[in-house]
């Protein structure tokens, strides 16, 4: 938390000093779970694990978090994972995702993106339009979904547009 706090505070001089028409936007990638990129207390577990406490325990633990990393000099959060996990032969978004239930998923998703908003963080969906129901890891070749546009309506859509709702 120090060193990236550091970085953040001469990034943020550089700017002021350089006479940058825009400030800077620092963005990290902090999902929670396996990609936790701070190890701070504010850091959150996994979406598979705060999902099972329902949507306004998802909101609270983002926004914990959040605040956390505001304090620290970050305003874009790359998260919540917004994919509906639909293949078991996936091999990177596992417990990333709120879970295979897009009934389930769409209204954590929504929360997660509340939640760090109410903390003063930004939300980025990812990774659109869903790995989900892909198998394999796109870190090593790029993966292929078979879904049909309307079963990925039906899936993988309502928790994008549950994000996108809620800001």
Do not use: Y
Not at 60 to 80: C, D, T
Not at 119 to 134: I, N, R, W, Y
């Amino acid at each position: 938390p120090q060193g990236l706090a550091a970085l953040s505070d001469t990034l943020r001089t550089f700017a002021a000093s350089a006479c940058l028409d825009h400030p800077v936007l620092v963005m990290l990638d902090q999902e929670g779970g396996q990609v936790t990129r701070v190890e701070a207390s504010f850091a959150p577990p996994s979406e598979l694990v705060v999902g099972a406490g329902g949507a306004a325990h998802v909101r609270e633990v983002e926004r914990a978090s959040a605040e956390g990393l505001r304090r620290l000099g970050v305003g874009l959060n790359l998260a919540p994972v917004a994919d509906v996990r639909t293949n078991a032969r996936d091999q990177v978004i596992l417990d990333r995702s709120f879970g295979s239930n897009p009934a389930v998923v769409a209204p954590l998703v929504g929360a997660a993106v509340q939640g760090l908003h109410d903390g003063g963080v930004g939300a980025t969906l990812k990774h659109f339009p869903g790995l989900g129901g892909a198998a394999g890891d796109p870190h090593i070749a790029i993966p292929t979904d078979p879904e049909s546009e309307a079963q990925w309506e039906r899936v993988q859509m309502p928790a994008f547009q549950a994000g996108i709702a809620a800001g």
